[in-house]
T-cell receptor, first 114, second 113 residues
Framework: DTGVSQDPRHKITKRGQNVTFRCDPISEHNRLYWYRQTLGQGPEFLTYFQNEAQLEKSRLLSDRFSAERPKGSFSTLEIQRTEQGDSAMYLC????????????FGDGTRLSIL | GENVEQHPSTLSVQEGDSAVIKCTYSDSASNYFPWYKQELGKGPQLIIDIRSNVGEKKDQRIAVTLNKTAKHFSLHITETQPEDSAVYFCAASVKTSYDKVIFGPGTSLSVIP
């Protein structure tokens, strides 16, 4: 069990640029979640996959955000035309199928918009 | 909408003392309550969880209690150590999706040696 892995750990970009983050979940976990966390707040749910199907999206996920999990393994989160307000920590978590199972988090990607 | 409140926002205790963090939730259908510890620069780490059919759960120095009637749940850390210093988050499941949890705003715990 190597844990949830996220890449990159830090991303600095100029406003208006596109960015893409990657998440590799724990290998046997078929559920994958994306969260956003700002300073002094708890993680806020963005979206959830079961295998390759995106089953739920938060209102926080504007049309500039898109997430994919093409083969039911790793996932990518893309932000187009970044804005200052997108600066945050983006966290990925995964869990096993079958009832309420604990979510295991990666160490996140910290995005800074200049 | 669904909401989880958490108190206090900051907590300082002397090493060896106990720390208590309290949370309330709004969704009466919530039935799963995990607690996470987040250290600086790291992701949240699950430390203990409780389901609605259980009133209390212990794991070494950590215990969680749940009062479903009052929609309260609490984290108790006994014999605190400096390495317990971190931000702690409570969370509650949401009825709209069995796998979705809503997090509280966090409690920053400092254990003073």
């Amino acid at each position: 069990d190597t844990g949830v892995s996220q890449d990159p750990r830090h991303k600095i970009t100029k406003r208006g640029q596109n960015v893409t983050f990657r998440c590799d979940p724990i290998s046997e976990h078929n559920r994958l979640y994306w969260y956003r966390q700002t300073l002094g707040q708890g993680p806020e749910f963005l979206t959830y996959f079961q295998n390759e199907a995106q089953l739920e999206k938060s209102r926080l996920l504007s049309d500039r955000f898109s997430a994919e999990r093409p083969k039911g393994s790793f996932s990518t989160l893309e932000i187009q035309r970044t804005e200052q307000g997108d600066s945050a920590m983006y966290l990925c978590a995964s869990s096993l199928d079958g009832g309420m199972r604990p979510q295991h988090f990666g160490d996140g990607t910290r995005l800074s918009i200049l | 909408g669904e909401n989880v409140e958490q108190h206090p926002s900051t907590l300082s205790v002397q090493e060896g003392d106990s720390a208590v963090i309290k949370c309330t939730y709004s969704d009466s259908a919530s039935n799963y309550f995990p607690w996470y510890k987040q250290e600086l620069g790291k992701g949240p780490q699950l430390i203990i969880d409780i389901r609605s059919n259980v009133g209390e759960k212990k794991d070494q120095r950590i215990a969680v209690t749940l009062n479903k009637t009052a929609k309260h749940f609490s984290l108790h850390i006994t014999e605190t150590q400096p390495e317990d210093s971190a931000v702690y988050f409570c969370a509650a499941s949401v009825k709209t999706s069995y796998d979705k949890v809503i997090f509280g705003p966090g409690t920053s715990l400092s254990v003073i040696p």
